[in-house]
């Protein structure tokens, strides 16, 4: 069993930045997902073990950058340019698998953070 535990959310003014942080340890490609109230679970980015290899939704290209640290058993979301359509309880997952942009992909879930962007 993977525990997976979140941190680094916040309120932020529009335009401002916050560095989330995920603890996991094990050989995963993990995954950074969001839910705004009344919406669906969304992809918002994803990394090989490796670092190698990442990948993000549309919406937050250029924005946001994924990242991991195998030493300190840490991945991260970098996010810039904040706006107030990225507040969302963000989720961090980890799969076995390749990397991946579905959530059904994804085996081990955090409790999440909330991230607020007041305009």
């Known amino acids: 069993q993977v525990r997976l535990t979140e941190s680094g959310g916040g309120l932020v003014q529009a335009g401002g930045s916050l560095r989330l942080s995920c603890a996991a340890s094990?050989?995963?490609?993990m995954g950074w997902f969001r839910q705004a109230p009344g919406k669906e679970r969304d992809f918002v980015a994803t990394?090989?073990?490796?670092?190698?290899?990442?990948d993000y939704a549309d919406s937050v290209k250029g924005r946001f950058t994924i990242s991991r640290d195998n030493a300190k058993n840490t991945v991260y979301l970098q996010m810039i340019s904040l706006k107030p359509e990225d507040t969302a309880v963000y989720y961090c997952a980890a799969r076995t698998g390749i990397i991946g942009n579905i959530r059904s992909g994804y085996e081990y879930w955090g409790q999440g953070t909330q991230v607020t962007v007041s305009s």
């Open positions: 094990g050989r995963y490609t």
């Open positions: 990394i090989t073990w490796s670092g190698g290899r990442t």
